[in-house]
């Protein structure tokens, strides 16, 4: 789910947004003018940075559209809440999300799913995941804006390579459950609000081979490890 199109008036308000300097910093009519897909990358760039710096407690569009060269209006008519702008400024660092991998193996599979979902928080934006993460217990919008449009379709891949796995009889029938399913990511995102970043891939590996395998192997239990 992306950001929806600008309208002509929202357009023309967003392409002269060039023109609000902030005296406290920088003059911003000297500034080259963003327009359409630039202004936008700006104003996503802008909210991950808000994001890492402040958190999601203290984000402010205000500050958002400063640092954006944006007016503020524009930003409330297109988003018309905090946990939206941070969803689609998420979704725009990485538009496809977490792709799980279909080598014919489940054990590889696996294990490619979590290490590009390790990334997502080894990466530039690791300190803001961070943050959004914590809110999501005190905050119910943004919990839900986060399961709708992040946890749930990663959950829906899992369950994917589960059902491959199992077709294949790498996996049991009856593994193939939604709480099983969120195992594996639930224990990186854990490792990374306890330790932080960068996770090392030796700790993913250890959830594949020593958690995952074991849970969902056909035969008797730790027979699925490596």
Known sequence: ???PPASSADQHEMDSAGEEADPATTDHRKSPRR??????????EATIAELAENGYAELSMERVASRARASKGSLYRRWPSRAELVGDAMQ???????????TGDVHDDLLGYLRSFANLFNGASGDAVRGLIAETYRDPELNRMVRIRFIDPGL???????????????????AL?????????GLVRQHFMVYGAPIPDSVVVEIVDEVLMPII????????AR
């Open 1 to 3: 789910m992306g950001a």
């Open 35 to 44: 327009r359409g897909d630039a202004l936008m990358a700006a104003i996503f």
């Open 92 to 102: 725009h660092q990485r538009p496809h999300g977490v792709e799980a991998p279909d």
């Open 156 to 174: 829906a891949q899992v369950l994917d390579v589960l059902r491959r796995g199992a077709v294949r009889g790498e996996v049991r029938p009856s």
């Open 177 to 185: 459950t939604h709480r099983i399913a969120s195992v594996g990511t």
């Open 217 to 224: 192997s056909p035969g008797p239990p730790g027979t699925g």
